[in-house]
């Protein structure tokens, strides 16, 4: 088991889970179940209808996105 700490977008998700109260894989299906879609409005979809603030919504669309590419 690696002991390097948690980078780039899923270094949010523990503070998510106990911010917004739901798992970040429920996070991360809504965000899907809104694609195709451009980041931002995505990012804008979380906000506005989730209350999320920029940084953790920001990084729920980057990390749902860039898993999508590979």
Known sequence: MS???VKGPASYFPSIEKK???PINEWKQLVRDRLPAKHMDLVSMLKGEHGMGHGHAN???AHVLSAGKG
């Open 59 to 61: 990084a729920i669309v």
């Open 20 to 22: 917004y109260g739901r």
């Open 3 to 5: 002991t390097e700490p």
